[in-house]
């Protein structure tokens, strides 16, 4: 039952797009729901529909047909719905815009607030959100998004969600363009976040290891269905579908046998 | 007789302040016919660059400071953009890039695109027996020649224009194949699909030495023979893919496996440990160790005394304290 406790809830979510003969059904029927304070991971390969989703829950995308609550409302406003849902997604680059520099960006992402804070408050907030993600203030004043390296990007992201406190996380493949070390500091930053800030996060991923390190419950989506959902623990060490096995086969793991040659 | 040498190898880029920034810094290796070497490291530890060395192909502002390459025993190094497109890449060496969509023209089709590489290597081509020799190839490959040859890239999955961009890179049977993080844009179903078909070349005898890029280990463990891990321009650790994966000695390597992450038992409890700090400003002259800043057995002699490559336990360690 949709209550407060309750984040999103879908009843026979449908999203197609094309027409006719052409048409794709890239959520095909799901029904789900996302508690408060879940942290919930959407794993699959490409094609899979798992983007389509997070923009739906987002409300960048409307849905076909089909019943998609937040709190148990449906989204009208979408500046209000952007005040307690926020993204992080894959490309840092293509989120900043390159002849502005990050600090402007940051604080201009105070403006989808309610009230806006006095300028002193503002610059306090980017100050404190920017050693949050272990970046000091200076390092980064007067540069633009050129200027610095994917992993930094990646951190100017999550920055801004340290400002703006949303209460719900869309976390779109956002380890996919960083090598194996800044991933693991991406990964502790979400989970400070989800700590201090006690957020729900929908973290999307292809990688199945990285959800069972993150998540409370997995769903394993296959062209636009649910097909399995668990625990990390059920999902990754006693799959039951045969997509959730050929998605575990699939990563190289330094002990298993993994491709013969 | 190595097929491919590295001796001593110093790259550096200019920037347009005159100022100099070595990004690979006396890189050395030697391959055998039929060996796989896997570089892995962190993102602008000049693994790319090191790629643009090994071709031979130097674009402004990337220049040589000194070293050689040697291909089969002949030196590929000092000849200019042109010559080294004409008379080296392709044939002696190939390279796989990263991102296919980027290497493929959108405008053309994959079978244009595909004769281009054997016409602008060749002379005297017959057009007709032009596209037999590339459905033939494709076929070989194993590629769905058909609708793969008349497509325009934008019409193929991502996976389906990697090995597109595979298959065009070796058609002319280049002796050595370098391949720069050809799995990193993609998802596991489709990476494992590529892999395979690298080794199903490697198998068929179309390549049969290769270097392999990426900064993923546990997919070199299943790719590689021998592993380098490069940090700040330098290789810190040379061995094999079991010395280096299961018994590192390097701190930086030890702290790379640290980093990594698997759907395992037990696993969840394990927090991967990210390296603190950021690799060093290489515009900068470094006097001591370059991994020195974020060591965790960091002693004093470090900051102080250039480490160079000495062999522990079977494999080449730049590090005076590992053991």
């Known amino acids: 039952m949709p209550s407060e406790t309750t984040i999103f809830s879908a009843k026979n979510l449908t999203c197609v797009f094309g027409h006719g003969k052409k048409s794709t ?78 600090r402007d960006q940051l604080k201009a992402s105070f403006g989808i607030m309610k009230t806006k804070p006095s300028k002193k408050e503002m610059e306090e907030r980017v100050d404190q959100a920017l050693l949050a993600v272990n970046i000091v203030p200076s390092e980064i004043q007067g540069k633009y998004a050129f ?105 190289p793991d330094i002990h298993k046998n993994w491709i013969s040659r | ?46 693994k790319s660059t090191l790629v643009n060395g090994c071709m031979g192909l130097f674009i402004p502002p990337l220049w040589p400071t000194s070293g050689n390459v040697r291909v089969d025993g002949e030196s590929i190094m000092g000849r200019s953009p042109k010559d080294v497109r004409k008379n080296i890449l392709g044939r002696k060496v190939a390279m796989i890039p990263q991102g296919a969509f980027n290497s493929l023209n959108p405008t053309r089709k994959i079978k244009d695109q595909a004769a281009d590489m054997i016409v602008s290597h060749e002379s005297n081509v017959d057009k007709k027996a032009l596209y037999e020799r590339l459905r033939q190839r494709f076929d070989l490959i194993g590629m769905e020649t058909e609708k793969v040859l008349g497509a325009y890239p934008i019409q193929l999955t991502a996976g389906t224009r990697q090995r597109c961009v595979i298959g065009i890179s070796t058609l002319l049977d280049p002796k050595m194949v370098i391949a720069d993080e050809p799995t990193s844009a993609l998802d596991v179903t489709t990476q494992k699909a590529v892999i395979r078909m690298i080794f199903d070349l490697l198998d068929k005898q179309i390549f049969s030495t ?33 010395q280096v994966i299961f018994d590192p000695r390097h701190p930086y390597t030890k702290a790379l496996m640290g980093a990594m992450l698997s759907a395992e038992p037990g696993q969840r ?35 102080v005394n250039k480490q160079e490559i000495r062999i522990v336990a079977d494999r080449q360690v730049r590090c005076d304290y590992a053991e």
């Open chain 1, 25 to 102: 059904k890239a959520i095909d029927d799901l029904t789900f729901s996302i508690a408060d304070q879940e942290i919930v991971s959407l794993v699959g390969g490409s094609g899979c529909g798992k983007s389509v989703l997070a923009k739906i829950m987002l409300n960048l995308i409307k849905p076909t047909s089909g019943e998609f609550l937040y709190k148990g409302k449906p989204i009208i406003d979408q500046r209000f719905h952007w005040r307690e849902v926020q993204p992080v997604f894959q490309d840092p680059f293509s989120c900043f815009n390159f002849f502005f520099t990050i």
């Open chain 1, 147 to 251: 200027e610095l390296s994917g992993g930094q990007m990646q951190r100017m992201l999550l920055a801004r969600i340290f400002i703006l406190r949303p209460a719900v996380l869309i976390a779109d493949e956002p380890t996919s363009m960083v090598d194996a070390c800044v991933r693991a500091s991406i990964l502790d930053y979400l989970m400070k976040l989800k700590k201090e800030l006690s957020m729900t996060i929908v973290f999307i991923t292809h990688d199945i290891g990285l959800a069972y390190y993150v998540s409370d419950r997995i769903f394993i989506m296959h062209r636009g269905k649910i097909v399995e959902q668990g625990t990390p623990d059920d999902v990754a060490l006693k799959p039951k579908n045969e997509h959730t096995m050929k998605l575990l086969d699939d990563i």
């Open chain 2, 1 to 46: 007789m190595p097929i491919f040498e590295v001796d001593n190898l110093h790259l550096h880029y200019l920037t347009r302040f005159g100022a100099k920034i070595p990004a690979v810094a006396g890189v050395t290796f030697s391959m055998e016919k039929g060996e796989v070497l896997g570089i892995a490291g962190e993102s602008g530890c000049g």
């Open chain 2, 210 to 242: 290769m270097i392999f890029i990426t900064h993923e280990l546990p997919l070199l463990r299943h790719v590689a023979n021998r592993i380098a891990v490069m940090y700040a321009g330098e290789f810190v650790e040379l061995g094999t893919t079991d």
């Open chain 2, 269 to 303: 409890q394990r927090k991967p440990v990210a390296i603190e700090g950021a690799p060093p400003n290489l515009a900068y002259p470094i006097s001591g160790c370059r991994f020195a800043e974020r060591c965790p057995q960091v002693r004093p002699e470090c900051r």
